[in-house]
């Protein structure tokens, strides 16, 4: 790499050559993947337990048993004093860290495979029950949130009456009122929607508010010179006008919402994509367990592009409608 | 050697001029201040940006408002345009006292203020939609405007798509559509280069010449003050008071060539004399540079002269 090439990657501020833009955004997946794969495949790196191929003379030891490997090397040493069967095994990590290729495979059998038991959910089917409780929740959050938020960011009356409330109640976190939310909407889905609620609600509300007071002053005092009343202000131009950055605000707080579903869904009878994983852990199947922290990963950074890519469209009067 | 010009006294009017002014306030007033006075409080104490201002312009009169910054020409446009409310004294349009912001009084920023999520069209509608005009009558009058001034082939773009002149152009004939008593327009070509600048100035002229409208004009260029108005109001700051009402003795209508003329420069002679006086407490303020000769003796260029 010479000089030139050098100062194009590290320009402050300046955006990178296209290829080399591409190259590093595919190296941003790519680089944890390989530290993975490094970890799992070359033996000498990290591997502190053994694997028993052969147990020997050892009387606890069984086939596919994992052993830390100081005791291993401690009982090799013992039968080899006493001139008995040694032991076999390969070096291995800990069963909670499978390697790549193991989770590539339980993104596949984890849908295929049957519930343990009869009353059990499908993993699909847990997948699709977070993504309801996600949706509601921060569905009726923005259905209130974002009308007291425009409100508060446009009339001082109402930033008065609602923010130093809400400036308090954010304070809170939501899991504590798990209990309570049980209590009042029992242990299915509401106590947990309520949580998302919760969570998405207060940061909500303070945050369109904020957007809206960024507005451009100058733009409403325009609209007056030309005529607008107070209805036609908020409804012409602060709505329009702050638009494109409520939608980048969603799509961050959509983000959260995800980050207060598991706790939600901890809460009454397990369920959803959280009940899976916990179950798959019980199980030790820590394959399913990655694969599935993954999906929702996927999921995650699948709805924000779509979003992102939808915004183009919506709002074509944004020269940089991609946004953050 | 140099030349000083003779330059006649900017009172001197030739016998058109003098009649022309004699006929424009013949006109009936258009735009009366009162009295007019603005304080602000600040933690420094009572600042006065305005100070018992008084003026009229006529009907159809180009007036343009020069001073110093800090003199309180944007204060006074936005008490105008009805942005800010005055201390003390009022503000008659038509004879009228005026309160709070109206389609009666159009205003063109500094800085376009067009909506950036319509198109230009819309943009022009905006007012007229306010004002209760149906759609189809509000989107026939905006293509009219939009025509005026220039823009029929951009009639569906949003405004980042224009250059700073186009977008300028549409705040004017936004403001324009709304059929106002006065057009105010806050320092509207101080963002442009200079050779847009001069386009836009001959925009408005024109635009002048053919609309019924009277122009209050506020800049802080004086060739463009000159270049455009019938008579120029100076203040002075601190407190922001009128310190003459010029009447521009350049002939109209007016073209680029009148630029280097006798009565145009003696004008311009008459405001930088009011503008920028020599400030004798310039040196005792601390306001000058500690200026030391930085270059080595035996440097290849020794003087620049």
């Known amino acids: 790499m010479n000089t030139r090439t050098v ?82 095994g390969r070096p291995a990590n800990p069963i909670y860290l499978p390697a790549p290729h193991e989770v590539v495979v339980a993104f596949y059998t984890a849908f295929t495979t049957e519930p343990k038991r009869r009353s059990e959910k499908w993993l699909h089917e847990s997948l699709w029950q977070s993504i309801q409780v996600i949706f509601w929740g921060f569905f009726l959050s923005s259905l209130v949130g974002v009308p007291l938020g425009i409100l508060a960011g446009t009339y001082d009356f109402f930033s008065r009456l609602f923010e130093p409330f809400i400036e308090f109640f954010r304070y809170l976190p939501a899991p504590v009122f798990g209990a309570l939310a049980v209590a009042i909407l029992g242990i299915h889905e509401a106590p947990k929607i309520a949580i998302i609620f919760i969570g998405t609600f207060f940061q909500q509300v303070l945050i369109v508010s904020n957007t809206t007071r960024k507005l451009d002053p100058s733009l409403l005092e325009a609209a007056q010179t030309l005529g607008a009343n107070n209805k036609a202000l908020l409804l012409k131009v602060v709505i329009p006008g702050i638009l494109p950055d409520l939608y980048r605000d969603l799509r961050i707080l959509l983000g959260w919402a995800w980050t207060y579903l598991i706790v939600a869904e901890l809460i009454g009878a397990s369920s959803g994509i959280t009940w899976f994983i916990t179950q798959q852990a019980r199980y030790k199947n820590f394959d399913n367990v990655f694969a599935a922290i993954m999906i929702i990963g996927i999921i995650g950074l699948t709805t924000d592009l779509i979003l992102a890519a939808l915004s183009k469209r919506i709002f074509p009067w944004q020269r940089n409608a991609a946004g953050a | 050697m140099t030349h000083i010009l003779e330059l006649p006294t900017y009172l001197d009017q030739d016998d058109a001029v003098k009649d022309r002014f004699a006929r424009l306030k013949q006109r009936p007033i258009a735009l009366e201040v009162k009295d007019l006075s603005k304080t602000f409080e600040t933690t420094g104490g009572t600042v006065t940006a305005l100070k018992d201002i008084n003026f009229n312009t006529h009907k159809r009169e180009f007036v343009c408002v020069i001073g110093p910054s800090g003199c309180g020409k944007s204060t006074l446009i936005r008490i105008l345009a009805g942005l800010e409310s005055p201390t003390s004294g009022e503000v008659l349009l038509d004879g009228k006292a005026v309160h709070g912001p109206g389609p009666d009084r159009g205003m063109v920023f500094q800085g376009y203020t067009l909506f950036p999520w319509l198109t230009v069209k819309r943009n022009v509608m905006f007012g007229l939609l306010q004002s209760g005009h149906s759609r189809e009558h ?31 152009r549409v705040a004017i004939a936004r403001a324009l559509a709304n059929q106002p008593g006065i057009l105010l327009m806050d320092e509207p070509f101080g963002a442009l280069d200079a050779q847009t600048r001069i386009k836009m100035q001959t925009y408005l002229m024109d635009i002048w010449k053919n609309i019924d409208i009277t122009i209050l004009f506020i800049t802080h260029d004086l060739d463009e003050a000159i270049y455009l108005a019938d008579r120029i109001l100076v203040l002075k700051a601190h407190p922001g008071e009128v310190q ?50 930085m270059v080595p003796v035996d440097h290849e260029v020794e003087s620049v002269f």
């Open chain 2, 244 to 293: 003459e009402l010029i009447e521009v003795p350049v002939p109209q209508p007016r073209s680029p060539e009148q630029l280097l003329s006798p009565e145009f420069l003696a004008t311009k002679k008459r405001l930088e004399e009011l503008i920028h006086p020599p400030q004798e407490g310039d040196e005792i303020n601390g306001d000058h540079m500690n200026m030391v000769r």
């Open chain 1, 7 to 88: 100062t194009n990657l590290f320009s402050v501020r300046r955006q990178m050559p296209a290829k080399s833009r591409f190259f590093v955004t595919i190296m941003s997946f790519l680089l944890p993947v390989l530290l993975w794969s490094l970890i799992s495949y070359v033996p000498w790196l990290w591997h502190p337990k053994v694997e028993i191929s052969d147990p020997g003379a050892v009387a606890y030891f069984k086939q596919g048993m994992l052993v830390d490997t100081e005791l291993f090397d401690k009982e090799t040493l013992k039968q080899e004093a006493s001139g008995k069967a040694l032991p076999e």
């Open chain 2, 138 to 168: 509000a989107e026939e009058d905006a293509r009219q405007w939009i025509d005026l001034v220039g823009l029929t082939k951009f009639v569906d773009s949003y405004p980042h798509q224009l250059s700073g002149g186009m977008k300028q």
